[in-house]
């Protein structure tokens, strides 16, 4: 099926610097979504992107958080600066529609974020 | 606040047993509900979904029934496998989103012993 990769699987980084994790959605898809997964917690939505523009976030999505994908490359979460609460699976997904049976998401493997 | 509510945290059967995950909701927006299975290590993936205007919804092993009275829902995966053993999420789906952004339960985790 349509895959979603996510670079890296694993990144750890001392708090307060800045991460950039990347997201290669499915390539005909057109919204894009990050979700962040606290062990053995529920994944929460933190954003989603559309046409170049944040569309939603939620309270999870940080002021030191931005995302962007420019010119059709990686669909990137920045984090800047980082801190220990940060530390999570950050699922990146893409989805062709929007609402309903179209709205199917993939997602990424994961990054797991270790802040230190 | 968890809008979407999964019941039991962790389940483990026998092979060949009926598995019933449960799932609940409080938000009346949510209109679509997809089921997603993850294997350790592995990304979330779309098992089996069920609009509003269903009170059903089957496909092979996997069967979701819906009370949409009482916002529960359950999975019902009959004649379990080792294979089918992962974190089952139910998701929500709010109507009222831009972009039809998914909610998720905290997942129940299913073993199916041999």
């Known amino acids: 099926g349509p895959k979603v990769l996510q670079i890296p699987s694993h990144q750890i980084i001392d708090m307060g610097q800045m991460v950039t994790l990347n997201c290669d959605p499915v390539s005909n898809h057109l919204y894009f979504y990050w979700y962040k997964q606290i062990l053995g917690q529920q994944m929460e939505f933190l954003v989603n992107f559309y046409n170049g523009k944040v569309m939603e976030k939620s309270k999870l999505f940080k002021d030191q958080f931005s995302v962007e994908r420019p010119d059709g490359s990686y669909f990137t979460l920045k984090i800047q600066p980082t801190a220990l609460e940060d530390s999570a699976v950050y699922f990146c997904?893409?989805?062709?529609?929007?609402?309903?049976?179209?709205?199917?998401?993939?997602f990424g493997a994961g990054t797991r974020l270790s802040v230190l | 606040q968890q809008q979407v509510r999964q019941s039991p945290q962790s389940l483990t059967v026998w092979e060949g047993e009926t598995t019933i995950l449960n799932c609940s909701y409080e938000d009346s927006t949510f209109d679509y509900f997809p089921w997603y299975r993850q294997f350790p290590g592995k990304s979330p993936a779309l098992l089996i979904a069920?609009?509003?205007?269903?009170n059903k919804k089957e496909d092979g092993r996997f069967t979701i029934f819906f009370n949409k009275r009482e916002k529960k829902l359950s999975l019902h995966i009959t004649d379990s496998q080792p294979g089918d053993s992962a974190t089952y999420f139910c998701a929500a789906i709010d109507r009222g989103s831009a972009l039809g952004r998914l909610h998720f339960g905290a997942g129940t985790q299913l073993i199916v012993i041999p």
């Open positions: 997904a893409s989805s062709l529609g929007w609402g309903g049976a179209q709205n199917t998401l993939y």
């Open positions: 069920i609009s509003l205007v269903s």
